[in-house]
């Protein structure tokens, strides 16, 4: 069953920001749990032996749930906007604080 | 009568039209406001499809008495935050105007999954207007949160997908009693906790002393009247009619929500900086807001949400500005602030009574209503809320009087002892100020002016039939 | 004129005074003397009525009412007087204030809302009221000494509001009514409801009169508050406690209610336990009082003491113990209100209310020292004046009670009156005149008046309380006790009775044979108040010899200083502060995995719980 | 210490999930058990969603893009605003920096010319895939994301090619606003936002399908020019205003 595997996926992503204390990793984690995740979207619209949903001529019915498609590439959008910013946040936490562990990382939320 | 889809895709156009006439940037932001602000009130109530596709296979938009007043107050609080942050705008007027369409867009739509778009259109601006207070850190650790909650929130949609076969909050609501309790449970919690994130509920809050403690006179108010608003409108929604939690689990979400509310006021009891003082009054604010969502009393819950947001507008954009004008928020420091501005001392102090719960203020009515529904369940829960309320009172009396009265202790009290502190660009606020607290004054002693579309929107969320066959049933 | 038009024209003409005072100071503050007279002229006319109902406004789906009655007019009257005669002395004070617009306008309110308080039908509108009252109180506080103490005044204060806020919608939600009457018929079949209510609701009442262990606000906001509010606070605001524990205790009533409980001493344990603790406010108060060198602090603590005169008058709910406790409210009003306006008296010429500073003010200010003297002989409870009768009469409930261990607290409260009382009148009006003050004069003619009239009305119903007590009797007919017996001055009670007029006469004989001895006799020669000597060093700080400090001390020395409930509460705050710290690290950690660890936690807990739903 | 308490409860909350997902009386949908009759996409896949309208109701011979940009249009709506959102976010805060980023390598002959073969390969393949997207599998999305792609080569080969394209801003907010104006033209003769008010001609065909094809392109164009833009604030990190 693969649907197992993509809901470990996302847990995988999950114990990354858990454990992980280095940010481009936690952006890392972030974009595994994103995949577990929308891996697991696609999965509860498969059904066995179907096929993709396009209609071919001739080729008509039997087609796998679309809905979860349409709704994955959404969340992939979603995904790559929030990881753009990360990123971006990322880059400038390392210009204003010349690290990226967040150990390092002083003079915020310490008052 | 308009439409109010027009509500998203006017702000929508505007942003788009915004990236390359930069020059109108500030009249298309202030016309867009403006225009949302006035026709709230005009706004056709129903369901409207989009596309012409009807529910539950395309996106419809629901107004209902419900969403009609929040639409209302979320329009005239944004509106408000424009005044208070206008010399803050910059560079950021694109990107408030597509918060605005996409706070209207969270709180009207009519399916699980476009309100996660909506809910990361803002999340993801509330990242980037956020930085701008050059804490980068906090703002990774809300990006790192709020996408953590909405992954979460996804997961647990998708779970009722793979279930019921459909996205749209009517049809679930619909068929959400006999699922099973596994699922239940599964996409109950998921679901919470991802709301839970932008409605600042205790585990899942982390974020909100970073970046509410740091905001600007534009930030301030935005996150903390509009941001807030809507996400606990959300919670409503979602949790007052569509996935109604039984008896055993509801029972730990109640118990958060008081957590939330007693905790936090201990936390602001214990804070000396102003923003970050009102940071955990928000979030306290939010817990008993959200407890009385859950245990019913809708009426009640959305009076304190109204009490509070318009409070909050006053209190953060007072806060911010006094940050940005001086670069301290010490509340030591600030001891006799409002006798240099008298106005916003009057509209910062009707606010607070307001929101303490204090009679003649409108803050009263929302306090005897909660009582009276919590009362409605059992006899703890009225007891919490009244500790909690103590030192919510405790702590905002104590900054009331330290920022009246100058003085050193055991002198009395006199102008010598003032403090250095001046507010700068205050007009607007002195404006919003007064308005707003005669408003809360006058709404205090006769509650009904306001209260009447109040009490349909709570009558309105509760009746779960009306709003089933308005979506399902009407074509 | 009605109740309600009353109240509303109280609050336009607050935002009225606010105005003016802000175009003139004076103009303002005789504004606010203008008013409350005529606030009690026509309080006054409502002397007869009862049962009238006025409605004042529909609040959402409530209705706020007010009801005339006896008991609301008595508490209404004592109350507005005192605000009358304080305000008197308003226009004086006017450049002293950091905020006098704030002050005339808060001060009205705060007027307006206690006759609200008291003439409320139903306890939502008390409660407004009640609130009003607090909120508007307490941001006067602040413009005298401290920034502190109206915190603890808040504090204190909302404890005892909310209690009283829970048990209103407690009766509320097993009642469906908010009106007093309806409760009270109500409760009579629920025993059990009305046991949690009372214990719930009078904290209110006690939190407002500082009973132990509320009394704390009591000291630190009536010896910080601006001079002349400090009558208005200790003289007025407390008896709203009083009238909040006559709600609880008497008018919805207690010892009928709970006449199957245990019965202690001939009333319901309930009501002996909080007689138990007026009797350790008595205690408490008087021990405290003799220790201060502050006189507002002094005559705050003495308020403690004699609010335990007036909770345990209140709860015996008899004959002679409730009317003595009655009579005691006004007694002590204008006491304490002359008490506290002959120190601001000495405050607005000499700048100071602390003992130690002052001396031979009599010299100066004679007029004061009299109203000080006819105050201080009431409030310790010595026959020619008013304060004697309530004080016998509690006695007189007491003893036909049996209520050994009460009674002696309270003739402890009373000796040690002597104590207190005696200290600032020997330290700032007798000895000797402090260099300092050779230029007092006595305080202009509008600072007098309230002075003179506070007295004549303590002398003069210390001659004639029947009265008073006359009309107390038709509160106790129209709550359902019996009305104390009065036969012209004589009043009688169980254990004997008490002409007033022939008492009146013998000490008036004794007065006067004191007079003609001491004008006689030869005087002493006064000597300077710095005129210290220790042998042969030169004194740097002569104040700290002056008489007036350690007053006391052989008496001092037998019990300690600890203001152990103040540490209590202390405490109690820095919990909650420690408490508040402690989230803001456990969940608001810099460390974004502790905040998901947080979540995951949750998650864990929601399935070892393991209901599904 | 840390990593183990990481570990056991990542395992406790997977579990939870599982056990309740999967248990015996769960109504979930195993995996590829689930039939197509009990979702609301039968009717996606019928194009019986509305009976009143002429059939076929929407053109698109590909059903996700049906699903995509015409049933549930206003979810497109909304994820280009983000993409919108983030591209604006990241030249903000790329705005901070105010320095160019300068690569440890010179760009090699090869890279060089190599990019001048592809990139025009890789346009015309994005530009078709987006075209074609309510036929082929695809769509605005990946197009767009193609058209990034090849501004990103461009990037990494081209030391001068450092500037920014001007025209990507323009052209990101003139599609945006073209999605919206279609949207209330729909509104305005459909009385629906977003309606489809072009015919829907024959399945199959490029010029069928209404206004999928025509908001598909203006997605692919919006999605294209914002991931460049991102792409340049990463490379540039310098906003003009």
Known sequence: MSQYLYIALMFVGIYGLLSQKNILKMIISLNIMELGLNLFIISTGYIKEAKAPIILFGNEGNYVDPLPQAIVLTAIVIGLGVTAVALMLARNIYKTYGTYEIDEIRGENDD | MINPVLLIAIPLLAAFISVFIQKLSWVLLFGVSIFTAISGFFLQKGMFMIGGWKPPFGINLMIDDYSFIIIIVINLLFFLTLLSGMWELKKNKTILMVILAGINGLVMTGDLFNLFVFLEIITISGYILAASSDKYYSVFKYLVLGTLGSSLYLFGIMVLYGTLGTLNMADISQQFPNVSGSVKIISLTFVFAGLGVEAKLLPFNAWVKGIYGNTTPLTGPLFSTVFATGAIAVFGRIFGQILVPDSTLIFAFIALGLITFIFAETSAMASKKLRELLTFSSIGQAGLIITMFMIGGFYAALIQLINNAFAKTILFSYATKAYKSNGDDTINNMSGLFRKNVMMGFGFTVATLSLIGLPLFFGFYAKINMLQSAFALNMWIPALIILGSIIEGIYYIRLLVKLWNPGEEGQESSELAQSQFVIKNGFSLSLIAVLIGIIFVVSGIIPDFLTENIAKAADSLSDAATYLSTVLGGI | ?613 | MKKIIAILLTVAVALFVFTNLYSGDSDFKAFGEKSLEETVSKEFVNKTVDPQRVQPETGSANIVTSIVVNYRGFDTMGEVTVLFVSALGVALLGGVLRKKVTFRYKPGFIINQGMKIIVGIILISGIYIFVHGHLTPGGGFPGGAMIGSAFLLMYLSDDKFRTRIAAFKVLEGLAGSLIMIVGLVGLSTGGYFLYNFLPNGEIGQLLSAGIVPVLYVLVGLKVGSEVSNILGDFFIGEVEE
């Open chain 3, 1 to 613: 004129m009605t109740i309600n038009s009353l109240i509303a024209q109280g609050m336009i003409s607050s935002l009225l005074v606010y105005l003016l005072t802000k175009l003139n100071k004076k103009l303002g503050a005789f504004l606010t003397v203008l008013f409350s007279g005529y606030l009690l002229f026509v309080i006054f006319g409502f002397q007869n009525s009862a049962g009238e109902v006025f409605s004042l406004i529909h609040f959402g789906e409530f209705e706020l009412t007010f009801m005339t009655s006896h008991y609301a007019w008595y508490f209404a009257i004592v109350l507005t007087l005192t605000y009358f005669l304080v305000s008197f002395f308003n226009p004086y004070w006017m450049k002293k204030m950091v905020n006098p617009a704030a002050y005339n306008m808060l001060f009205m309110v705060s007027m307006v809302g206690t006759v609200g308080v008291f003439y409320a039908k139903d306890f939502l509108t008390l409660f407004i009221f009640y609130e009003i009252v607090v909120w508007s109180s307490l941001f006067i506080i602040p413009m005298g000494k401290s920034r502190k103490t109206p915190v603890i005044y808040y504090t204190i204060s909302s404890i005892g509001s909310f209690a009283m806020l829970y048990a209103i919608f407690y009766l509320y939600h097993s009642v469906g009514s908010f009106d007093i009457q309806a409760v009270s018929e109500a409760m009579s079949q629920a025993p059990n409801t009305y046991r949690f209510v009372f214990f719930t609701m009078i904290v209110a009442g006690l939190t407002k009169l500082g009973i132990f262990p509320f009394h704390t606000w009591l000291p630190a906001a009536h010896g910080s508050a601006p001079h002349t509010f400090s009558p208005v606070l200790s003289g007025g605001l407390v008896k709203v406690g009083g009238f909040i524990a006559l709600i609880t205790a008497t008018v919805i009533p207690s010892f009928k209610i709970l006449a199957g409980d245990l019965q202690l001493m001939g009333v319901p344990f309930e009501n002996y336990l909080i007689m138990l603790l007026g009797a350790v406010s008595i205690v408490v108060g008087t021990l405290m009082a003799i220790k201060q060198e502050d006189a507002k602090k002094l005559i705050a603590y003495s308020t403690v003491s004699n609010s335990g005169y007036i909770i345990i008058g209140l709860m015996l709910n008899d004959q002679v113990g409730f009317a003595g406790g009655m009579m005691h409210v006004f007694n002590h009003a204008m006491a304490s209100g002359a008490m506290f306006l002959s120190f601001a008296a000495i405050a607005y010429r000499t700048g100071t209310t602390k003992m130690s500073e002052l001396g031979g003010l009599i010299k100066r200010m004679p007029l004061t020292f009299a109203a000080y003297l006819i105050a201080i002989i009431s409030l310790a409870g010595i026959p020619p004046m008013s304060g004697f009768a309530s004080k016998w009469l509690i006695f007189q409930g007491l003893a036909s009670n049996g209520m050994m261990f009460i009674a002696l607290a309270a003739f402890f409260g009373s000796i040690g009156s002597f104590l207190y009382v005696f200290r600032p009148l020997s330290a700032a009006f007798l000895g000797q005149l402090s260099p300092k003050h050779k230029d007092v004069k006595e305080v202009p003619w509008m600072m007098q008046i309230p002075l003179i009239i506070m007295s004549f009305l303590t002398i003069f119903y210390g001659i004639f309380p029947g009265r008073i007590l006359a009309y107390i009797s038709k509160i106790q007919e129209s709550v359902g006790l019996k009305g104390v017996e009065i036969e012209g001055t004589k009043i009688i009670a169980a254990t004997g009775m008490w002409d007033s007029l022939v008492i009146t006469l013998v000490f008036g004989g004794g007065f006067m044979l004191a007079a003609i001895l001491f004008f006689i006799s030869p005087k002493a020669k006064p000597v300077d108040q710095m005129n210290t000597y220790t042998s042969g060093e030169f004194i740097y700080d002569p104040d700290h010899y002056h008489y007036a400090k350690n007053y006391y001390a052989t008496f001092e020395n037998n019990y300690g200083n600890k203001k152990r409930v103040e540490l209590f509460f202390d405490a109690v705050a820095l919990r909650v502060k420690e408490f508040g710290e402690m989230v803001k690290t456990m969940f608001f950690a810099k460390s974004v995995s502790f905040s998901i660890f947080w979540i995951m936690l949750f998650f864990t807990l929601v399935y070892f719980w393991g209901d599904k739903v």
